[in-house]
T-cell receptor, first 119, second 113 residues
Framework: NAGVMQNPRHLVRRRGQEARLRCSPM?????VYWYRQLPEEGLKFMVY????????ESGMPKERFSAEFPKEGPSILRIQQVVRGDSAAYFC?????????????????FGQGTRLTVV | TQLLEQSPQFLSIQEGENLTVYCNSS?????LQWYRQEPGEGPVLLVT?????EVKKLKRLTFQFGDARKDSSLHITAAQPGDTGLYLC?????????????FGQGTILTVHP
């Protein structure tokens, strides 16, 4: 009974490199949300995707960041030309459909996150 | 832009003491959720409140949603060292954006034995 799976758990990139973060939602879920958590801050919404569609990207930086959720495969959050300020924990959550409230519990609708460190 | 102000930011208490964490906003939310997050892990849901004035209890934790659905509180009775962690409140606007949550900045709770 796998929950939301994120990989890698830890990612180290040099300034200027690209970072790719992957999120596999729970089985049967077609809605994915990405959040970013900076050190000692709460989570900030970035983007909401359905299969092959970006629904709401109001929290995404305008440059260097992109997200996709293809028909097959995991959702990808891509950060190009990373800078030190991109260092953060990136979390993914999933839901079965728009009308369902996300319930995040120990059996997991929320992934464990990817810790990105830019050196 | 909806904002959630969470206070206090840091709380350090002795085992057995009581504490309250507050979450306030000028915006109305359709739901308010409380999470606990351990270092290196994702947030784990503790409770969801949806009705103004609603009170929910989870063992030694009591959660309340304000009548106007703009604020919430988390009260812990007789805190234990195992309660140590980051507590986050998050508000949802519902509709077709249930997963789009506005989070408070969190309260780091340390309970000393």
């Amino acid at each position: 009974n796998a929950g939301v799976m994120q990989n890698p758990r830890h990612l180290v990139r040099r300034r200027g490199q690209e970072a790719r973060l992957r999120c596999s939602p729970m089985k049967g879920h077609s809605h994915v949300y990405w959040y970013r958590q900076l050190p000692e801050e709460g989570l900030k919404f970035m983007v909401y995707l359905q299969k092959e569609n970006i629904i709401d990207e109001s929290g995404m930086p305008k440059e260097r960041f992109s997200a996709e959720f293809p028909k097959e495969g995991p959702s990808i959050l891509r950060i190009q030309q990373v800078v030190r300020g991109d260092s953060a924990a990136y979390f993914c959550a999933s839901s079965p459909h728009a009308g369902a409230r996300i319930i995040m519990n120990t059996e997991a609708f929320f992934g464990q996150g990817t810790r990105l460190t830019v050196v | 832009t909806q904002l959630l102000e969470q206070s206090p930011q840091f709380l350090s208490i002795q085992e057995g003491e009581n504490l309250t964490v507050y979450c306030n906003s000028s915006s109305v939310f359709s739901s308010l959720q409380w999470y606990r997050q351990e270092p290196g892990e994702g947030p784990v849901l503790l409770v969801t409140v949806v009705t103004g004035g609603e009170v929910k209890k989870l063992k030694r934790l009591t959660f309340q949603f304000g009548d106007a659905r703009k604020d919430s509180s988390l009260h812990i009775t007789a805190a234990q060292p195992g309660d140590t962690g980051l507590y986050l409140c998050a508000g949802g606007i519902g509709g077709t954006s249930y997963g789009k949550l506005t989070f408070g900045q969190g309260t780091i709770l340390t309970v000393h034995p």
